[in-house]
């Protein structure tokens, strides 16, 4: 129900798939998915030998850059505590 | 007429028996104490002190990338004796062998067993062969008995008595390469990965660090159940605790995947070629040194070490800063969908 | 491992949990209601690095956990048929049934099978015709769509050898149930791959009904960390809502091709949980037009009288309502290696996670 991981489609035969996962392959169905709107390069999300989603690389890098945010903001803290000698977080 | 596959003749003693003994376990073992072929074997040991194990393997498949139940065999049992301090000098093998189990496959096994005695300058001397009836045992169990002499100074490796508090871990290489190896082998599963076992005779590479220094307070193989069930074995009980570090564990990129996918974790799978050493703080980075010089120990890696706090539990650092406890796991680990 | 490792980073991890500090002043109480999200917290440490003033709580979120020991009792049932195979994923073969466990049977001599895919139970089939293949179906909506591809497929290759007992049931009713049944908690961390299918929408009651949040969370640390921030922030402000933080996987209409495939096979029925009893169409049963592959319909077989241990409060422990430690059993007459109720068999089970990194408070 939640062990799914994101592959790398490797190539696509028809509605099967040969995805990667780190240097493991594993041949998915593509039952659930529209294979007119995927092309080896992407990456799904596999479960139990099918691909329930493509993975959206802006909305990854989105999330992605949010924590930039809380970098800028954790460096802000450092700066303040060392200023003031105070403990913070 | 040439013989094609075991019958049951064949464990039966009489000429069938001798006849397999002698053309095929006797030629690939060959050695002057198996020759005569007694009853028993008759040793000369050099030590009072002696070491002696025995294990079973009825691996499935047989066959699997990087070795096999005859390689298995021989490596296990040497490295048994060699992670207890001892130089393994002589093994047994007995053979439980299915009815109809093609010869040639047999040969196959076997000569990878004399292979493998040979690189770890170990000799067969006795062993024995039963044939039992289709379908009472899974094509062919492998048992090995293994003696060897104690290295002086070496009685507290296998108990790690003389641990103490500040002592380093270390691991000789990559874990989880052999159960999943194993189990990409099993092909039920589709997937492929091209992981290698590990399986290897570390009596070398143990040798070696015993006898460069005396600063190696404890060996242990790393097999079924993993380096998580090593350590949390160890200092289960004891004073002290152990604290690991999952950024310092290596895995191979193509094991790590493979368990991402079938939500394994890589600390609980099993290795034949790993033996986990706990060592005093001064020597570890020598005794690393001294390992990645070996080639069997060419990725060895300082893991964690021995603590105060926590007496009797193992705690890992995961990759992001949190903390877990490594338990002993409660059976194998199975593919799930959770 | 691409997609991984980024949300693995471990200087990430340092700012958010400071973010995180430095925003949470009031108590909060989250559930997650996924084992996956179990499994991934206790994993990574993720207690660890969070301030006291936020507590997490598991929730029935493992379909091993809220199964029935009636479901296992007709599973072993089935198993002791002479000319049936079963095929069932990993996390059910010690899941204690009344007097047994599949894993158990398969010891006495049953001809029981573990796949990754239903795609291999179907494969199963095809090689063993004279054979009857039952696949025990689990699972929430993350798994169900795979079931019905499997039973789609099995009607086009005419497999009628093949059969599925379902026990697939459907987020959103439990999540309801807990907070009827008095469960106190300020917001959901919502299950990241049932959402991936059902899309953010069906959650949109929680916050209109209830006064509090859902997150719809990914599975590694930075994604679990962001997840508890937004519900924070949330709490903080009295604002709650849905957000989707796993974007990259969840949109929010889901996936409607795999919707679609459940609409056609399945149909709801009521269903029982352990720890909340029987929820109104809560669970998924095979539609009549594809009852030639329905294990209840087509085989018929003697189930034992199900028996639950006295002791046992999975219930409890499942709702978030006790800790696996206040059980009597646990640790004891219940461990991993001898497990009395499901909470300890599965690996993300409550009480299992409880006692792999927890057992005592070191």
């Keep these: 129900m939640c062990l799914s991981i994101p592959a790398k489609i490797e190539s696509i035969d028809g509605d099967m798939a040969v995805c990667s996962v780190g240097g493991a392959t594993y041949t998915a169905s593509l039952q659930m998915l529209d294979v007119s709107e995927l092309s080896p390069g992407d990456y799904v999300l596999l479960h139990t030998g099918f691909a329930l989603q493509k993975i959206s690389q802006e909305e990854a890098e989105a999330t992605l850059e949010l924590f930039d945010e809380f970098e800028a903001f954790n460096e802000m803290l450092d700066e303040e505590e060392k200023r003031t000698g105070g403990h913070i977080v | 007429m040439k013989q094609t596959h075991i019958l049951l003749g064949h464990g039966s003693g009489g000429r069938l028996s001798h006849e397999l003994i002698r053309n095929l376990f006797v030629r690939y073992f060959h050695n002057h104490l198996l020759e005569p072929q007694g009853d028993a074997a008759l040793l000369k040991m050099n030590s009072e002190k002696l070491a002696f194990t025995t294990d079973s393997f009825v691996v499935d498949p047989l066959f699997f990338p990087g070795g096999d139940i005859g390689k298995l065999a021989v490596a296990g049992t040497v490295n048994d004796l060699a992670v207890s301090g001892a130089v393994p000098k002589y093994l047994s093998t007995g053979f439980i062998i299915e009815e109809g189990f093609p010869l040639e496959m047999l040969e196959k096994v076997v000569a990878s067993m004399a292979a493998e005695a040979q690189k770890a300058g170990v000799m067969i001397v006795t062993g024995d062969t039963k044939v039992v009836e289709k379908g009472k045992c899974d094509k062919l169990f492998i048992n090995t008995a293994g003696v060897g002499e104690m290295i002086e100074g070496a009685e507290n490796i296998a108990s790690g008595k003389t641990i103490e508090v500040g002592d380093k871990i270390l691991i000789n290489g990559t874990v989880g390469d052999h159960g999943m190896a194993v189990m990409g082998a099993r092909n039920q599963l589709n997937i492929s990965a091209g992981v290698v076992s590990d399986c290897a005779c570390l009596n070398d590479l143990t040798e070696l660090a015993l006898k460069e220094t005396n600063a190696v307070k404890f060996m242990r193989d790393a097999t079924r159940g993993g380096l998580g069930t090593v350590m949390a074995e160890l200092c289960e009980g004891k004073t002290f605790g152990i604290q690991l570090f999952e950024e310092k564990i290596p895995v191979r990129e193509s094991v790590r995947g493979m368990c991402e996918l079938l939500g394994f974790d890589p600390l609980y799978v099993a290795n034949e070629g790993k033996v986990v050493m706990v060592v005093s703080a001064i020597a570890a980075d020598r005794i690393l040194d001294i390992m990645k010089a070996h080639p069997l120990g060419k990725e060895a890696a300082i893991i964690g070490e021995i603590t105060a706090s926590h007496a009797g539990r193992t705690w890992l650092e995961t990759s992001i800063g949190g903390s877990r406890i490594v338990d002993m796991p409660a059976g194998e680990q199975l593919p799930r969908i959770c | ?362």
């Design chain 3, 1 to 362: 491992m691409k997609y991984i490792d980024e949300y693995r980073d471990k200087e990430k991890v340092i700012s958010i949990s400071n973010r995180i500090r430095f925003s949470s002043k009031k108590h909060i109480r989250l559930m997650e209601v996924c084992g996956g999200h179990t499994m991934a917290i206790q994993r990574f440490g993720i207690p660890s690095l969070l301030p006291e003033n936020i507590e997490l709580v598991s929730g029935p979120g493992c379909p091993v956990c809220v199964t029935s020991r009636a479901y296992i009792d007709q599973a072993i049932a089935y198993s002791r048929l002479p000319d049936v195979i079963i095929t069932t994923y990993g996390d059910l073969i010690r899941v204690p049934g009344s007097t047994s466990t599949l894993d158990r049977e398969r010891a006495a001599g049953s001809d029981i099978r573990i796949v990754y895919s239903i795609l291999d139970a179907l494969m199963i089939a095809k090689k063993n015709r004279q054979k009857k293949v039952v696949f025990l179906g689990i699972g929430f909506e993350t798994t169900s769509p795979a079931t019905a591809a499997g039973i789609l497929k099995a009607q086009m290759a005419g497999l009628f050898n093949f059969f599925v007992y379902s026990a697939h049931k459907i987020m959103p009713p439990p999540m309801a149930a807990l907070i009827d049944q008095g469960v106190n908690i300020h917001g959901y961390i919502g299950p990241g791959h049932v959402s991936t299918i059902t899309g953010s929408h069906i959650y949109d009651f929680i916050p209109e009904k209830y006064g509090m949040g859902v997150v719809i969370s990914g599975f590694e640390p930075l994604d679990l960390l962001q997840s508890i921030y937004m519900l924070v922030l949330q709490h903080e402000n009295e604002t709650p809502k849905v957000e989707i933080q796993y974007s990259r996987a969840v949109k929010p209409e889901g996936n409607q091709k795999a919707k679609d495939m459940l609409e056609e096979v399945f149909e709801l029925r009521d269903d029982w949980w352990r720890g909340l009893g029987t929820l109104h169409e809560s669970g998924f049963a095979i539609r009549e037009r594809f009852a030639e592959f329905d294990a209840e319909k087509m085989l018929s077989v003697e189930v034992e009288p199900t028996r639950e241990d006295k002791g046992c409060i999975c219930g409890t422990v499942l709702k978030g309502l006790a800790k696996p430690s206040d059980c009597k059993l646990f640790g004891k007459a219940c461990t991993p290696s001898d497990p009395v109720g499901a909470c300890m068999v599965s690996n993300e089970g409550a009480c299992a996670a409880y006692y792999r990194f927890k057992r005592t408070e070191a």
